[in-house]
Nanobody
């Protein structure tokens, strides 16, 4: 049974921080590139960040560079997204997703496994 479970979302004021977690209990993360997506209300889902399966290389969407940090702990089978200096436009449902490749090229396509998402609401 496939398990990708996101957690850590919630309500936060602009300028605040959240750390999202993605528990990937069925997967050895050393063999999968992982992407965090978000879907804002009324908008299409978009890739936000990716981490390479083996060398830890990271990629970020331009509007989150310097504010978000993706990381993972292979032993814990968990991927994280640390989000700082949050803005109202960061509001949305955040999903983690796995691809059966190592690299982050075209990280917002070719997804093999999806989680169900966690809601982030940036509001005062």
């Amino acid at each position: 049974q496939v398990h990708l479970v996101e957690s850590g979302g919630g309500l936060v004021q602009p300028g605040g921080s959240l750390r999202l977690s993605c528990a990937a209990s069925s997967f050895n993360l050393a063999f999968y590139a992982v992407t965090w997506f978000r879907q804002a209300p009324g908008k299409e889902r978009e890739g936000v960040s990716c981490i390479h399966a083996s060398d830890g290389t990271t990629v970020y969407k331009d509007d989150v560079k310097g504010r978000f940090t993706i990381s993972k702990d292979n032993a814990k089978r968990t991927v994280y997204l640390q989000m700082n200096s949050l803005k109202r436009e960061d509001t949305g449902v955040y999903y983690c997703a796995l691809r059966e490749v190592y690299h982050c090229d075209h990280y917002d396509s070719g997804i093999n496994f999806w989680g169900k998402g966690t809601l982030v609401n940036v509001s005062s």
